[in-house]
């Protein structure tokens, strides 16, 4: 049986090249990885805004950009943290990535008010 098998740690170590890092600094990054993930919630609310202002006709395509361009972002923004923690440590890059997610998702709901939300679409009449 080897030490971290023994120990459950199943090779995961809070290590990081530069030295253990501090609980305290994991629970930053804990804390501001859950308010980030508030985010996935508003990109809901975005959608339905964007549904709201496409045509029904261009509904697909729309949809289908979006779902590029999320995906697009979320490999570089996956990129964009690795190279961080490289350089860093794994809790500076969580922080700094919650952090700009955070901040995205601050400035869209400002947009969002300062637009005035979208009126909902009139309801299409069934044959």
């Not at 919630?41 to 709201?52: F, H, I, K, Y």
């Amino acid at each position: 049986v080897t030490r971290q098998a023994a120990t459950g740690t199943g090779g995961c170590s809070t290590k990081s090249r530069y030295g253990p890092a501090s609980s305290n600094s994991r629970s930053v990054a804990a804390c501001l990885v859950t308010l980030a993930s508030a985010g996935f919630g508003a990109s809901l609310v975005q959608q339905e805004r964007l549904m709201t202002l496409t045509p029904d006709e261009l509904s697909g395509h729309a949809l289908g950009l979006h779902s590029a361009g999320m995906l697009t972002l979320q490999g570089l923004s996956a990129s964009l943290a690795g190279a961080v923690a490289q350089v860093t440590s794994p809790a500076v890059a969580m922080t700094v990535m919650a952090l700009a997610s955070t901040g995205v998702t601050l400035s869209l709901a400002t947009a969002v008010r300062r637009t005035g939300a979208a009126a909902p679409r009139p309801a299409t009449p069934v044959p």
